[in-house]
Nanobody
Framework: QVQLVESGGGLVQPGGSLRLSCAASGIIFSIRNMGWYRQAPGKQRELVARLTSNGSTNYADSVKGRFTISRDNAKNTVYLQMNSLKPEDTAVYYC?????????????WGQGTQVTVSS
């Protein structure tokens, strides 16, 4: 059974930082591309950052230079370091493991963790 469990969300003031974690189980983590998405109220879910199994990254334009995605294969965990947070970063953040064609029926998602940026 595949599980992605996020943690690290919370309330932070503008300009502050948070680090999200996503612990994976039931998958061979080291071969997986991993990603973080977010969904704000009334908006569609959007990609925040993606990290491939070989270390390549890409980021949404809105978070470039502020957010950093990383992974620890020994801990089966992917992280999202968020600095210089803005109120518009407020959303539920989801961990994602894209499906491997021929192996998985669909993408895997965590349950989400709330990030609120407010003074």
């Amino acid at each position: 059974q595949v599980q992605l469990v996020e943690s690290g969300g919370g309330l932070v003031q503008p300009g502050g930082s948070l680090r999200l974690s996503c612990a994976a189980s039931g998958i061979i983590f080291s071969i997986r591309n991993m990603g973080w998405y977010r969904q704000a109220p009334g908006k569609q879910r959007e990609l925040v950052a993606r990290l491939t199994s070989n270390g390549s990254t890409n980021y949404a334009d809105s978070v470039k230079g502020r957010f950093t995605i990383s992974r620890d294969n020994a801990k089966n965990t992917v992280y999202l370091q968020m600095n210089s947070l803005k109120p518009e970063d407020t959303a539920v953040y989801y961990c994602n493991a894209p499906k491997i064609f021929g192996r998985d029926p669909s993408d895997y998602w965590g349950q989400g963790t709330q990030v609120t940026v407010s003074s």
